[in-house]
């Protein structure tokens, strides 16, 4: 059952132009009512996805930064009487680097946080104008310090392949990044998301995003100067010092059973899929009608859980071991791929496979996405 459990918060400062995550900005959030909210989806889920410690859990956003530190030891105390805490769990908060967010990273460490991803997004401020950041580059760099003296463990996150970029403008960006001392960096391509504000600009021709061409040259310079730092990519566009990877995102990765509460969360546990009402007004309703936020909930077949382990578990620099899965689900590991097309993307250097494990070589990774509709088995994602 479930080992990790997703907690989000779904308010923020200001929409950013490019987020397509479930994030909302109001007035003012009744800190009271969302704690008995959040603690009774809590509970629902522990009845069902109970039965092991947990070994991560993550709140994630939203800025969850923003939720009073009393409200996370509360939120955090329940887990720990519902689930038990491993010894070495792993609790991560997303933030982000503003200095009132920042005043509260030694009481967010006190209620027992070890982790924290901050939203750092660049350290070019005019690329942060862009972005639509409410903070600047010096207000970054004093939060990654800041947080570096009250956390065991940080990451920060940066947006590249913005319109315009060029390879020397990033390598000295990232150069800066790798430099500050952190053991996990998480670096994203700028993608533009069908109903952003970003997806509209474009539409109206107020930017071009990057090329094709020009966006791989930069995930090519990303790869080589991660490597040489000692953080190399682990996933797609996650990189760490060995043993610094993220354990949650891992278990995504891996397909292991996680819980998800509070607005939009996505949760996997024992073969069923379940997803909470998206807007924070309908999850309270929810809650206060039913005793949890649950929109849907439904088994997931063995072909379906075997397609979502394969697309998630490509992504990863370990690949995915296809007799175990194979076995925990009840099939023919021979079923799980198609032959031909690994054959082919071998033959090209793309695709790496041995007796007990198939991945994606770091040739593969910038255009995985197109590869992974042919790997996977047409009998796995047909109706």
């Known amino acids: 059952m479930a080992r990790a459990l997703y907690i989000h918060w779904p308010f923020c400062l200001a929409k950013c132009p490019y987020c397509d995550f479930n994030s909302h900005v109001r007035d003012s959030v009744d800190a009271q009512l ?23 859990i993550f709140f994630g956003g939203g800025t969850p930064s923003l939720m009073p530190p009393a409200l996370v030891a509360r939120l955090l105390d329940e887990a720990a009487r519902l689930w038990g805490f ?6 991560t908060l997303e933030a982000n680097p503003s200095s009132v967010e920042a005043a509260n990273f030694a009481a967010l460490a006190t209620c027992g946080v070890n982790r924290v991803s901050l ?6 401020d005019a690329a942060l104008r862009f972005l639509g950041r409410l903070h600047d580059v010096a207000e970054a760099l004093k939060a990654i310090e800041t947080a570096q003296n009250a956390f065991a463990r940080v990451s920060f996150d940066l947006i590249y392949a913005l319109p315009g970029q060029t390879t020397p403008i990033w390598q000295n960006e990232l150069a800066h990044a790798l430099g500050l001392g952190t053991a996990h960096l998480s670096l994203y391509q700028l993608t533009i998301e069908e109903g952003t504000r970003f997806a509209s600009d474009v539409r109206r021709g107020d930017f071009t995003p990057l090329d094709d061409d020009s966006a791989a040259d930069l995930f090519a310079v990303t790869a080589q100067l991660t490597r040489a730092a000692g953080l ?25 059973d ?21 807007k ?27 397609a979502e382990a394969l697309l998630m578990g490509l992504r990863l620099r370990e690949g995915v071991a296809l007799p175990a899965l194979a076995r925990r689900l009840g099939l023919d590991d021979h ?29 593969a990774m910038p255009v995985l996405d197109a590869l992974l509709a042919d790997i996977v088995a047409d009998d796995l994602v047909s109706p």
């Open 280 to 306: 924070p007004e309908n999850w309270l309703a929810a809650v206060e009608r039913n005793g949890h936020g649950v929109q849907e909930e439904r088994a997931l077949g063995a072909k379906e859980q075997a």
């Open 119 to 124: 939203g750092v997004q660049s350290l070019n």
């Open 258 to 278: 996680y819980a998800g509460i509070g607005p939009g969360a996505h949760g996997r546990r024992g073969g069923m899929a379940t997803r909470r009402h998206r």
């Open 335 to 363: 079923a799980l791929v198609n032959a031909a097309a690994i054959s082919r993307y071998q033959a090209a250097g793309l695709i790496w496979q041995n007796a007990e494990r198939i991945g994606a070589t770091a040739q």
């Open 34 to 56: 969302w704690e008995r909210a959040l603690l009774a989806d809590m509970r629902h889920e522990a009845q069902l996805a109970g039965g092991e410690r947990l070994t991560s």
């Open 232 to 256: 190399p990519a682990y996933e797609v566009s996650n990189h760490a010092a060995p043993g610094e990877e993220s354990r949650h995102n891992l278990t995504y990765w891996r397909y292991q």
């Open 86 to 91: 491993a010894p070495d769990i792993e609790i």
